[in-house]
Protein backbone atom coordinates (compact mmCIF):
# COMPACT_ATOMS: atom_id res chain seq x y z
CA UNK A 1 0.00 0.00 0.00
CA UNK A 2 1.33 3.45 -0.51
CA UNK A 3 1.52 5.97 1.33
CA UNK A 4 -0.85 8.52 -0.57
CA UNK A 5 -4.47 7.25 0.45
CA UNK A 6 -7.41 7.32 -2.57
CA UNK A 7 -9.24 9.61 -0.48
CA UNK A 8 -6.28 12.62 -1.17
CA UNK A 9 -8.25 15.97 -2.21
CA UNK A 10 -7.36 17.52 -5.12
CA UNK A 11 -4.57 19.83 -4.91
CA UNK A 12 -5.29 23.36 -5.44
CA UNK A 13 -2.33 25.92 -5.69
CA UNK A 14 -2.05 28.42 -3.08
CA UNK A 15 -0.62 32.09 -4.28
CA UNK A 16 -0.11 34.43 -1.33
CA UNK A 17 0.28 37.11 -4.14
CA UNK A 18 3.72 38.11 -2.66
CA UNK A 19 7.15 37.14 -5.19
CA UNK A 20 10.12 35.96 -3.31
CA UNK A 21 8.33 33.81 -0.50
CA UNK A 22 9.47 30.55 0.65
CA UNK A 23 7.19 27.23 -0.05
CA UNK A 24 6.24 26.57 3.40
CA UNK A 25 3.52 23.52 4.07
CA UNK A 26 2.53 21.92 7.34
CA UNK A 27 2.29 18.01 8.10
CA UNK A 28 -0.54 17.18 11.06
CA UNK A 29 0.31 13.88 12.46
CA UNK A 30 -2.02 11.79 14.94
CA UNK A 31 -4.32 15.08 15.64
CA UNK A 32 -7.32 14.01 17.00
CA UNK A 33 -9.46 16.80 17.23
CA UNK A 34 -11.69 18.20 14.04
CA UNK A 35 -12.05 21.52 15.25
CA UNK A 36 -8.13 21.47 15.52
CA UNK A 37 -7.44 20.59 12.22
CA UNK A 38 -9.91 22.93 10.90
CA UNK A 39 -8.63 25.56 12.74
CA UNK A 40 -4.70 24.91 10.89
CA UNK A 41 -6.65 24.80 7.74
CA UNK A 42 -8.05 28.53 8.65
CA UNK A 43 -4.85 29.68 9.63
CA UNK A 44 -2.53 28.26 6.79
CA UNK A 45 -5.39 30.14 4.27
CA UNK A 46 -4.53 33.37 6.76
CA UNK A 47 -0.85 33.06 6.56
CA UNK A 48 -0.46 31.46 3.31
CA UNK A 49 0.65 28.31 3.76
CA UNK A 50 1.21 26.03 0.66
CA UNK A 51 -0.07 23.00 1.21
CA UNK A 52 -1.31 20.87 4.55
CA UNK A 53 -0.85 17.00 5.13
CA UNK A 54 -3.06 15.14 6.91
CA UNK A 55 -1.35 12.11 8.02
CA UNK A 56 -2.54 8.73 10.46
CA UNK A 57 -5.88 8.97 12.52
CA UNK A 58 -6.13 12.58 11.91
CA UNK A 59 -9.50 13.48 10.43
CA UNK A 60 -9.50 14.74 7.05
CA UNK A 61 -12.32 16.71 4.81
CA UNK A 62 -15.14 16.36 3.83
CA UNK A 63 -16.48 16.61 7.53
CA UNK A 64 -18.98 18.83 8.59
CA UNK A 65 -16.92 19.68 12.14
CA UNK A 66 -13.71 20.74 10.35
CA UNK A 67 -15.12 23.06 7.42
CA UNK A 68 -17.21 24.84 10.58
CA UNK A 69 -14.33 25.68 12.45
CA UNK A 70 -12.46 26.11 8.88
CA UNK A 71 -14.80 28.72 7.41
CA UNK A 72 -14.39 26.28 4.49
CA UNK A 73 -10.85 26.92 4.07
CA UNK A 74 -10.90 22.96 3.96
CA UNK A 75 -12.14 23.71 0.48
CA UNK A 76 -9.61 26.28 -1.18
CA UNK A 77 -6.68 24.94 0.67
CA UNK A 78 -4.37 22.55 -1.19
CA UNK A 79 -4.36 19.53 0.94
CA UNK A 80 -3.61 15.79 0.71
CA UNK A 81 -3.96 12.47 3.52
CA UNK A 82 -1.23 10.78 3.87
CA UNK A 83 -1.35 7.04 5.71
CA UNK A 84 2.05 7.24 6.93
CA UNK A 85 3.76 10.47 8.13
CA UNK A 86 7.42 8.56 8.43
CA UNK A 87 7.26 7.70 4.68
CA UNK A 88 5.64 11.16 3.10
CA UNK A 89 8.78 12.85 5.72
CA UNK A 90 11.35 10.51 3.75
CA UNK A 91 9.63 11.48 0.26
CA UNK A 92 9.57 15.50 1.19
CA UNK A 93 13.23 14.86 2.25
CA UNK A 94 14.23 13.44 -1.15
CA UNK A 95 12.35 16.51 -2.90
CA UNK A 96 15.15 19.37 -0.74
CA UNK A 97 12.28 20.30 1.67
CA UNK A 98 13.38 20.86 4.92
CA UNK A 99 11.66 19.09 7.89
CA UNK A 100 11.09 21.10 11.19
CA UNK A 101 8.72 19.99 14.30
CA UNK A 102 7.30 22.46 16.56
CA UNK A 103 7.85 20.61 19.82
CA UNK A 104 9.64 20.76 23.14
CA UNK A 105 12.68 19.23 23.30
CA UNK A 106 16.11 19.67 24.62
CA UNK A 107 17.13 20.45 21.34
CA UNK A 108 14.31 22.79 20.49
CA UNK A 109 15.55 26.27 19.42
CA UNK A 110 13.13 29.35 19.92
CA UNK A 111 11.27 29.69 17.09
CA UNK A 112 12.22 33.39 16.71
CA UNK A 113 15.97 32.26 15.78
CA UNK A 114 14.54 30.03 13.07
CA UNK A 115 15.38 31.16 9.57
CA UNK A 116 13.40 28.81 6.73
CA UNK A 117 14.51 27.44 3.90
CA UNK A 118 13.54 27.68 0.22
CA UNK A 119 11.23 24.93 1.25
CA UNK A 120 10.14 23.81 4.51
CA UNK A 121 7.52 21.58 6.11
CA UNK A 122 6.11 21.95 9.73
CA UNK A 123 4.95 19.11 12.08
CA UNK A 124 2.58 18.84 14.29
CA UNK A 125 1.97 16.06 16.73
CA UNK A 126 -0.56 14.83 18.76
CA UNK A 127 -2.52 17.01 21.09
CA UNK A 128 -1.01 15.60 24.45
CA UNK A 129 1.69 13.09 23.20
CA UNK A 130 3.43 15.58 20.85
CA UNK A 131 5.58 14.72 17.82
CA UNK A 132 6.78 10.75 18.36
CA UNK A 133 10.07 10.45 18.53
CA UNK A 134 10.73 8.49 14.77
CA UNK A 135 8.98 11.58 13.64
CA UNK A 136 11.31 13.95 15.59
CA UNK A 137 14.54 11.36 14.51
CA UNK A 138 13.60 12.91 10.56
CA UNK A 139 13.67 16.56 11.28
CA UNK A 140 16.12 18.76 10.85
CA UNK A 141 15.32 21.38 13.38
CA UNK A 142 12.40 21.81 16.16
CA UNK A 143 11.35 25.08 17.27
CA UNK A 144 9.92 25.90 20.41
CA UNK A 145 7.36 28.32 21.50
CA UNK A 146 8.61 30.23 24.63
CA UNK A 147 6.35 29.58 27.71
CA UNK A 148 6.66 32.37 30.51
CA UNK A 149 4.18 30.38 32.98
CA UNK A 150 3.53 27.27 34.45
CA UNK A 151 2.51 25.40 31.28
CA UNK A 152 4.76 23.86 29.06
CA UNK A 153 2.94 24.37 25.74
CA UNK A 154 -0.10 25.86 24.04
CA UNK A 155 -3.06 23.96 21.98
CA UNK A 156 -1.76 22.52 18.67
CA UNK A 157 -3.68 24.81 16.84
CA UNK A 158 -2.73 28.14 18.48
CA UNK A 159 0.63 27.07 18.46
CA UNK A 160 0.76 26.41 15.03
CA UNK A 161 -1.02 29.97 14.91
CA UNK A 162 1.89 31.48 16.04
CA UNK A 163 4.91 29.57 14.33
CA UNK A 164 3.14 29.92 11.26
CA UNK A 165 2.64 34.02 10.60
CA UNK A 166 6.35 33.88 11.78
CA UNK A 167 7.73 31.37 9.49
CA UNK A 168 5.50 33.41 7.15
CA UNK A 169 7.35 36.19 8.06
CA UNK A 170 10.58 35.19 7.76
CA UNK A 171 10.57 33.98 4.61
CA UNK A 172 9.40 37.02 2.57
Known sequence: MTSTSNKSKREIPVST??????NLSVLLNNIRSMHNVGSVFRTSDGAGIDHIYLCGYTPYPPR????KTALYADETMSWSYHLNAIDLIKKLKQEGSEI????LTDESIDYREFKPAENTCLILGHETEGVDKETLSLCDKVIKLPMRGNKESLNVSVAYGIAAYELRRLSS
Open 64 to 67: KEIS
Open 17 to 22: GMTGEK
Open 100 to 103: VALE
